[in-house]
């Protein structure tokens, strides 16, 4: 009888702290250069990370957080609901960065990403492109429904 009692508060305490466990995306965002060295001078704050989430319905299906001075973020608590994941990590003059992860009740997911600084002849101006098609900075591949379809 005292095996099954201490059995049980085992197993509700293991219960408790795994409901308190919440989805999570979080990590680091380091801006390199050309060679994959870190640029002295410039600070990763601003970054933007993108989270979307492809198995979801539209208003749960995209989470921005923004890159502390060290290059940090993460996601807001509670706000990742499971499914598979599109994280992207954008800045201006630096290529984009995209990872795919799969999150679960609990899932805690690191990344790093290393934005690539892009070289002042490759930038493409909006002004001087000539079709829509051109225009589209980073078309996305992700194919987002409206709930029921």
Known sequence: M????????????????LAGCAAKIYG???????????IEGESPQG???HMINTTASLDKASISALA?????????????TPGKYRVEASRIGY???T??????GSTRKKFAFRLKKIDEGQRKSIQSLSSDADKII??????????GM
């Open 138 to 147: 980073n078309p996305g591949e992700v194919n987002i429904q409206p709930p």
């Open 47 to 49: 970054t933007v990370v």
């Open 68 to 80: 502390d001075e060290k290059g940090e973020f993460e996601s807001e608590k509670d706000a990742l």
């Open 95 to 97: 290529q984009t960065e």
């Open 99 to 104: 990872k795919t992860v799969e999150m679960k």
């Open 28 to 38: 680091t965002v380091e801006l390199v250069d050309q060679q994959m060295k870190p």
């Open 2 to 17: 005292r095996n099954r009692i201490q059995f049980f508060i085992l197993f509700a305490a293991v219960a408790f702290l």
